[in-house]
């Protein structure tokens, strides 16, 4: 069955970096488009960035660009979240998101999140 | 930018009440609006495609429709498991953007 299992997550200071690991299985990784999607209580669901199957594209919400890198590891099945310069608005639970349909648009499975905290 | 405007924000409803939500673009995005559910503690669960294709195993109590700039998600006899946030997911190709509407608290009276 298909899997993704993020992992990273955790409390750090505002200006510092994170990066979030997602491992996938049950499906043929480099046929898919992989999304980041973040929630937070208060502000709902919010698309973070995805990486096309190749890896050999790379698109970001506005709210991260500048500040975040999406890549991929298809040898591993793994996604990767490099965020840095971290502020107190990133909080949130992040899912890691198979995209599929055209432009991967249709976001099937997602794994259970990781939190991330930034806070002093 | 295309804007989504989602509608209620929360509702409360009897089991087996027809419950409606509707979402707004604030341009033409022909059929490229998804929906989905999440429950507390949860990742959200996609339920429609292309605003109005079930996705396999979803109930058909679960519906879509519209086109355009004005869409509605509708659950036709609503049942307790359905308690959740609805979302609207709008999505354009050149490039590749995505975007959440502001969600639906669906509740039971």
């Known amino acids: 069955q298909v899997q993704l299992v993020e992992s990273g997550g955790g409390v750090v200071q505002p200006g510092r970096s994170l990066r979030l690991s997602c491992e996938t299985s049950g499906f043929i990784f480099s046929d898919f488009g992989v999304h980041w999607v973040r929630h937070t209580p208060g502000k709902g669901l919010e698309w973070v960035a995805v990486?096309?199957?190749?890896?050999?594209?790379?698109y970001y919400a506005d709210s991260v660009k500048g500040r975040f890198s999406v890549s991929r590891d298809n040898s591993k099945n793994t996604l990767f979240l490099q965020m840095d310069s971290l502020r107190a608005e990133d909080t949130a639970t992040y899912y890691c998101?198979?995209?599929?349909?055209?432009?991967?648009?249709?976001?099937?499975?997602w794994g259970q999140g990781t939190l991330v905290t930034v806070s002093s | 930018d295309i804007h989504m405007t989602q509608s209620p924000s929360s509702l409360s409803a009897s089991v087996g009440d027809r419950v409606t939500i509707t979402c707004q673009a604030n341009?033409?995005?022909?059929?490229?609006l998804n929906w989905y559910q999440q429950k507390p503690g949860k990742p959200p669960k996609l339920l429609i495609s292309d605003a109005s294709n079930l996705e396999r195993g979803v109930p058909p109590r679960f519906t879509g429709s519209g086109s355009g700039t004005d869409f509605i998600f509708a659950i036709t006899s609503l049942q307790p498991e359905d308690i959740a946030t609805y979302y609207c997911q709008l999505y354009e190709t050149l490039p590749p953007r995505f975007t959440f509407g502001p969600g639906t608290k669906v509740g039971i009276k």
């Open positions: 998101v198979r995209g599929t349909g055209y432009a991967f648009a249709y976001f099937d499975f």
């Open positions: 341009q033409d995005i022909s059929t490229n």
């Open positions: 990486t096309w199957y190749d890896g050999k594209n790379e």
